[in-house]
């Protein structure tokens, strides 16, 4: 998608600082951390929404690759939050699916 801004963090022509790369999926920091630890794990192929897959492993690849990077960075044990922001009610702003990981403070519930 030549005017999805993660497309274009993946293709190189947007800079990212990135944590994490493989075939299928990229992790980088997220530009407007909301937490000592925030960053973005996206998949390689442009999907809208959440509402738009049915590729269970590549869900649980992005779920899992949060995991080992909060286990990698040093806060896994102290937790951190998993959450993908679906739509307009649910605070999505860009549309190429990315899951949230936040970490390295208290985190309310419920959110805002
Ligand atoms: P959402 O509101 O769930 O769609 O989240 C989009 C996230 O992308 C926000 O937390 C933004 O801070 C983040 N973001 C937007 N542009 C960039 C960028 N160029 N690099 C890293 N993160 C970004
Ligand atoms: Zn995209």
Redesign the pocket.
């Known amino acids: 998608m030549s005017n999805c ?1 993660f497309c274009k ?1 993946i293709a190189g022509d ?1 800079p ?1 600082e990135k944590i994490y790369e493989d075939a299928d999926v990229l992790a ?5 951390a ?1 937490a000592p630890h925030h960053f ?1 794990v996206i998949p390689k192929k442009h999907i809208a929404t959440l509402n738009d897959v049915d590729d269970a492993a590549l869900l649980g690849k992005l779920t899992l690759t949060a995991s080992k990077i909060a286990k990698d960075l040093g806060f896994s044990q102290d937790g951190y939050r998993v959450v993908m ?1 679906c739509n307009e009610q649910g ?4 549309y190429h699916i ?1 899951l ?1 990981c936040l970490g390295g403070r208290n985190l309310s519930w419920p959110p805002g």
């Open positions: 801004l963090i947007i990212a980088f920091h997220d530009i407007g909301q973005l922001n605070g999505q702003t860009v990315h949230h």
